[in-house]
Nanobody, 123 residues
């Protein structure tokens, strides 16, 4: 089992920044591919970004390219999502996800999830 705990959400103004963190425990963090998703009530969970085990490869949804950056620090078992130039449409609950073998856009392929952290962007 892997336990994931997100933090760093909150209220930001449009154009502002937030940095989300996801702390992992329970297994060897460096064995897992990590991702961020987001969800608005009544909508499906949406892929935001993902990062490979070794930091080398990252993937982004088109709507966050150039604004968000995913990174990880295997020494402290944490994955980050730096969010800049925030827009009101970025308002959602942001979830961290982990999987040993899969990295991609499908939320159904990830085995482990955090509880989520709310991000609200005001105009």
């Amino acid at each position: 089992q892997v336990q994931l705990v997100e933090s760093g959400g909150g209220l930001a103004q449009a154009g502002g920044s937030l940095r989300l963190s996801c702390a992992a425990s329970g297994r060897t963090f460096s064995d897992y591919r990590m991702a961020w998703f987001r969800q608005v009530p009544g909508q499906e969970r949406e892929f935001v970004a993902a990062i490979s085990k070794s930091y080398i490869t990252t993937y982004y949804a088109d709507f966050v390219k150039g604004r968000f950056t995913i990174s990880r620090d295997n020494a402290v078992n944490t994955v980050f999502l730096q969010m800049n130039s925030l827009k009101p449409e970025d308002t959602a609950v942001y979830y961290c996800a982990a999987d040993r073998t899969y990295i991609g856009h499908s939320p159904h392929q990830y085995d482990y999830w955090g509880q989520g952290t709310q991000v609200t962007v005001s105009s």
